[in-house]
C-alpha cells in the first residue's frame, strides 16, 4: 500500500458530519529540525551503523536496540519499515522517536491466542513499543510520533505504543490505517505516573476501528458482564480499545484531534487517575462509550495549562477537572460483534465538566436506561457532573442524559433536538435515572 504522507482516513468516518470546528486532517510526519535542540544526539536510523531496512523486507529490532540511547532523538526518514517482535524499553531518560511519514507494519501473524502471537513471522507480545511501567517510567522527555501503522493488510493490528510517562510527553501525528482486526490490544495506551506528569496526545487518526475478536483468527475467549461465555463468542472484547488510560494514572494526559472509529470496546477510554481532558475530538460507534472519563485529586496544575495571568498555577482555572470539550459523537448503528449498546459520552467516577459538545444518535436500541443508547451519561461513581453548552441530536428514540447518580448534576445551556418521534414535551421526558438541576435546557425549543 502505498501512503501520501497525510491522513484523511477520518473522511469516511460518519463521525465527521458537521464536524465544522474541527481539523479532520492528520499529518503524518514531523520534522526533525523542531526537535533536535531538546536532545544531545541526532540520529538516522537507516544510516551506519544501524542499517534499518526502509524497504520493509527486514525487521527493524535490532536496529531499534543499537540506536535506543538516553538523550537521543531516533529519525525515521519516509520509507516502510517492519517489526517482528514488540519493542521494550524502561527507565530511559528524554528519547525522541519520531517518522517523516514512516510506515510502520508487523509480520505477517499466522494464529494468535489473546495478546499473544504463536504463529507466522510476528511472535510474542502484541505491543509494538511499549515504553515504560509504573515500576520503571520513561524518565524526562518523551517524543513519539510521525508514524502511519499500516493496519491495511488481512489480520492486522496491534497496540502501537503503549507509555507510562513520569515527565513530559509529547505524542502526535500518528495515523492507524486499516481494519484492526486481530481481536487483541487496542491501538495505544498512554498514561502518567506521577502527579506533575503531562502527556500531550495530538493528532491521531484511527477511524478505521476495530474488530471484535470474535470475527477474528484470535482464539481468545472473555466473559460477558454475567461471567459467562456463550458458544458464539460473543463476551465483551475487553481492552480492544482504541485509546486507553490506565487505573494507576496520576497527572494530566491530554487528548486533542484524535479521529476515534468504532471499536468493540470503548472508543477514547481515557479514565483511570489524575486529570483527563478530551478536547476537539470526534468519536462514533464504539461498544461501550465513545468517550469515557473520570477524575482524581491525584494531579497538580502544570504550566503548559494552569498558569493565571499573574504567572501563578492554580487548580481553579480553565481545567479544574477532567473535561470533555468541544468535540462530536455520534452513534448511528449497533457495533459488530458486540450486545452493548452505545454511550456518547460516559462520565464515570469523581468529577466532571462536559462543555461545548454535540452528540447524535440515530440507532434505536431495544434496551432502557443504564443499558440503553444515551448521549451523556453520568455513573454511580460520579461525585459531581456538570454539562453545559452542548447540542443533543436523536433522530431515533434514545436517552438524551442518564444518571445514576445522587450527587450533584446540573445541566446547563443544553438543546436537546427530537427528529422524526415522539420525544415528548419536556427535557425530562428523554431523560432517566435520577433527575439532574436543569437550567436552560429545551426539548424541541420548549423547556
Known sequence: MVFDGGSSLGEGNPANAGATSIDTDVATALDPSAYEDRFS???????????????????????????WEDDTLIVFPQGEYKMNQGFRRTGWRDVGLIGQN???????????????????????????????????????????????????RENSGMRGLYAIINDRAEIRNIAFAGLHDLGSHGNMRVATSSPDAFARVSSVDMSGGGMH??????????????????EEGLGQSWSTTGIVGHTDMQGTTLFENCICGPWPDNGMYVQGGGRQIIRNCIASNSGTANFRFNSTDEWDPIPELDENENGELTRDGTYPTSTVENSIAIVDRQP???????RSIWHYSGEGLIRDCEIVISHEDDAGGPGGNFAIGARSGVTESTIENCQITLQAPADAFYSGTSAPVTLRNVDIVAEGWDAGSAPTDVMDGQTPTLEDVTLNGSS
Do not use: C, Q
Open 213 to 230: 475478536y470474535g470475527d477474528t483468527i484470535n482464539t481468545r475467549e472473555t466473559t460477558d458482564y454475567a461471567g459467562d461465555t456463550n
Open 102 to 152: 514512516a510506515v510502520i507494519r508487523h509480520g505477517e501473524v499466522e494464529a494468535i491466542h489473546g495478546h499473544t502471537v504463536d504463529e507466522g513471522e510476528y511472535r510474542g507480545g502484541t505491543m509494538l513499543f511499549r515504553l515504560g511501567t509504573f515500576n520503571s517510567p520513561h524518565e524526562g522527555e518523551l517524543v513519539f510520533g510521525g508514524f502511519i501503522f499500516d493496519w491495511s
Open 336 to 342: 459488530s460483534g458486540t450486545y452493548e449498546s452505545g
Open 41 to 67: 544526539n541526532v540520529v538516522d536510523i537507516t544510516d551506519d551503523p544501524y542499517n534499518a531496512d526502509p524497504s520493509g523486507e527486514e525487521p527493524i529490532g535490532d536496529a531499534l536496540s543499537m540506536a
